[in-house]
Structures are given as structure tokens and as C-alpha cells.
């Protein structure tokens, strides 16, 4: 029970940014206009027409705002989605279409802008394609923000002191408009923890919980509620105990964050001098002075997809290729390890094919195979970047060997060119294939023959491994990185990557999970990437233990049976060497 009596409540939702909050809600219901239908005067024609230019032009004002408040505080690349909401707002089309109807069928502004606009909602909601539907959630927050406009409501964006903002669904501009109060973090009852919004939380260092069902239904404005972004959970109505509990937590974080901070230009190597390479991945360019102040030995996975986020053509060669330069260049001497698009399965960029199965359908290297000359363009875009000698390839969704072949007559094609054209590269650029694919696990040592490296990425491996789609919420307890069969499966692929002299990698979200760090090494991990955020801690376990105890802990586990034993067994270890690290 909390102080006024109500029920100490917890929930699960999906963890989309670390950090604790424990504070008040502000519960966010979003204006929902209620449109009436009527008919309007010959004479009044006019002064509709005008009300609702006004409200276009009021929604356009908004919406700019958004955008430079995005540019400023997140950068280009975090703002495109609200440069596509402002093209929808100047889409002639649509409007001239609806000013048509508003003189032909003396209709009031708001039912024809609905009317409309919901036609357009419905059809990009049939697609199959995930881009297409993303552009639908733009498209009905254009809507919302235009009708609210013409009803002449005023936007909410100004919230009393520090609260957590809890809400059925954020769009990622009331996200970002709401971050300009104390926001302590955002709970939502949708939305995956790749939502733009989760993306943005992250950028802006908020915590945030997404998937947790109902919050909406249970939260009160004022109601006490803990946050933690670190794993999920949600408890409504804190009793003092739990209260006391996270602010323990949180403190503890607090100090184990300040503990890191000497390690960041240390190498991570174990007590008894194995050396692993501790890389970070990297979505957005700004997040590049982050994972060097992190202490990151390079990039181990620029996602090059997010800069497809929201264009409609791929970029070209020369784009591609400040962008891959300025990558490089900010982690030299060190390494950056580029992927080459992984588009299709639940990411980015509009194509014309619908797919029932799209995690099983066309995705990563099969994409770029099919289309060879936005491939070139990419990789030589990458070669240009690589005459530092500092650059590495890496492919995506990659199952069988011809896959890599081909890729590799694609690179000796794109290095001809560029030869041609006199312009310096890699000779002997690296090309790794990324192991994501069961496929591609049991013939880790045939790939590992054709290429330089082996990068395993947990997040598909484990979804094709044990059949549960990694954005699925209601599968997400299946979702199991300590599932002894993923685990014997790492073994596996190690094992056979490194017959062939290849190093193997992991960057993977597991690779960033401190609970596995002890096993991954001593499974033989060569290098782990992970997201920028847990650097420091990972490397801090690196340091503190000996490699030939990591292998004790493989094998132990290696023998277990069950997920639940695995864990009890790595987290009683985690207590007694690290209890100074928080996990739960
Ligand atoms: C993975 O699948 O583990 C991975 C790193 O790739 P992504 O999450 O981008 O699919
Ligand atoms: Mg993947």
C-alpha cells in the first residue's frame, strides 16, 4: 500500500532507455476531437476556407518548432520524421482536394479534413510494410494537430514541476515537445523499444518504459510511480518498501556510474592479461562523442539503415560517403566496422513488395543482392572511407556462402572502379559476415573461411533460433538470451568461426547484458560490441575477473538445463564478485 492506500501494483513493459525515476505521473491523454458533420451557408464558404488556412498554418508553425528544437538538441539525422510530418502539412494534393470539396459540397473544414486524411490513414495501415504504417502514425498526428487547430484547442506541452509522463501512445513530437519540462521518464502502452520515440528517449537521456499494457487504464495524474528503464518494470503505487528499494538503486547506479569513470582509457583485459576488444554500436552520428567519452575501443556496428529513416531513395555514393568518412575519422586510429544496409524485417525505407513474413522475407544482404547498383554505390562509398586503413564490411541477414561470394565479386568491382577514378581505399579492407541466421551459425566455419570476421547478432539469432519475434511483447518471456540451447549454440559458432583463424564478435544486445559478460568470454569471445551506455560497466567486469575463471563459468553452464538455472547461477556469482553492481 502506498501513502493514500491504493495497492502497490507492478508491471511489465519493455525497457526503451536506462535510468530510474520514482515521482509523480502526469497522465497524458491526447485531445481527441469529436468531429461533427455540417453543412455550411454559400456565404460562409469563405470564412471556413480562412479557418482553415489559419489552422494549417498554426499546425505548420508547431510543427516547425518541433523540428528546430529536434535539430538543435538531437541533430540532423533524429529530425527527418518531423521534416516528413511538415511535407504532409504543404502536401497540395491533399489540401487543394479538400478546399475543392469545401466549396463543391459546402461541408464544415474538419469533417472533410478527417474525412480525408482518414482515407489515406487506412490505406497506409493495410500495408504489410512497416515503413509505410510508421508514415501512418505521422500522417494521423498530422491530422490530430490540425483538427485540434481548427477547434482552436490549445496544444498541452507545459506540465507542473518533475513528473513521468504516462500515456497510451507518444508521438515522438509530443515526446520531444514535453522533454522541454522536468520530464523524469515516459511509460507507454505501446510501442516497441525501436519506436522513434523510444529512439529519442535515449537520445535525450530520459528513462523509459514502452509495452507496459493498461498503465493508461490504472495511472492517475498525481499517482506515485517508479520507473525503470533498465529492466521494464513499473510499480504504481510504490509501498515504502519498494520506494526505498529503487532509491537504493538508483543511488547505487549513481555511484557505480561514478566508479567507471577512470576506466574509460584502460583496456578491457581479464586480471590475467586476456585482451578482448570492447567496441560500441552506433546508430546516429551523435552519438559519436558519446562512445568516446564511454571509452569505446572503436565502432563495432554502425547500422548504416538509420539513414534511410524517412527518405525515399537510397542515398548517393558521395552522401554515403561524408557520412562513413566522418565515422572513421572520429574513432581513428581505432576501428569502425560498418554494416551495409539491413533493410526489410522491421526497418526503415518503403518498398513496393508486401510480405506476409517480412523477418522471413526480403532482408539485409538479400536486398542489396538484388540490387547491385545501390550496393556498389554503398560499398564504395565505404572503400572511399577506408583509406586510413580503419575501416571494416560487415553483412547482414547473411545464410548461406554464395551470398558472400557474391558480395565479395561486388567489392572487387566497386575497388576497380574506384581505381579508375585514381581515388585511395583499403587494398585489404576487412569483411566480416554477420552470424544472425541459424543457417549461418552451423556453417560458421565455412563462412569464417571466406571472410575476416564473424560478428554473431543475438537479436535475430535468438528470434530464428527459438521461433519469437524479438518485437513481439506478448512472446517477450520467450525471448530467452540464457535459453541453454542459445548458449550452446554460441559455443558452436565460436568454435567452428575460429577453426578458421577468424575472430569471432558478438553485437548482439546480449553482448551489452553485464549478467553474460563472464559467460561470453569464457565462450571465447574475441571482441563484444555493445550499446554505448554500458561500456564502462562491461569493462569494469572485463578487468576484475581471470579468463581462465570465465572458462570454469562456460562450462559449468554449458551443462545446465534450464534458462532460470542459468541465470540463478550467473547472478549469484555477479552478488558475490560485483556487489557493488546493481542487478536485480
Ligand atoms: C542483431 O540482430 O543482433 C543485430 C545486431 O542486428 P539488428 O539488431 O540491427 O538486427
Ligand atoms: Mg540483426
Known sequence: MDRIGKKETRLKGIAASPGIAIGPVYLFRKHEPTIQTRTIEPEEIEKEINRLQNSLARSKKEVTKVLDFAEN?????QSKIFEAQLLLLEDMVLFEEIF?????????AEYLVQDEMEKYHRLMMASHDQYTRERAEDLLDVENRILRNLEEQKLVSRIDGSRVIVTHNLAAADALIFSRNE??????????ATSHMALLARALKIPAVVGAHQISLLASTDDNIIVDGYDGTIVLYPGPDTTEHYEKKKEQYHIFEETLAPLRDLPAETLDGHCIKLAANVELEEELE?????GADG???YRTESLLLGEEVFPSEEEQYKIYYRIAESVYPK???????DIGGDKFMSQSIKEHNPFLGWRGVRVMLDKPQVFLDQLRAILRASSKKNVAILLPMVTNIKEVQLTKQLLEQAKDDLRARKIAFDERIKLGVMVEVPAAAITADHLGHEVDFLSIGTNDLIQYLLAVDRGNDIVSDLFQEFHPAVIRFLRRIIERGKQKRTWVGMCGQMAGNPLATILLIGLGLDELSVVPNAVPEIKKII????YTEAIHVAERVLMMQSEDEIISYLK???????????IE
Open 572 to 582: 549469484n556469482l555477479m552478488k558475490r564478485k560485483f556487489p557493488d553492481i546493481p
Open 290 to 294: 558519446f562512445i568516446k567519452m564511454q
Open 100 to 108: 475543392k470539396r469545401l466549396r463543391n459540397e459546402r461541408k464544415n
Open 299 to 301: 565502432i563495432g556496428l
Open 335 to 341: 576501428d569502425a566496422i560498418i554494416r551495409t544496409f
Open 543 to 546: 578487468r576484475s575477473i581471470h
Open 183 to 192: 520530464v523524469m521518464a515516459y511509460v507507454t502502452e505501446i510501442g516497441g
Open 73 to 77: 538538441k538531437l541533430g540532423r539525422d
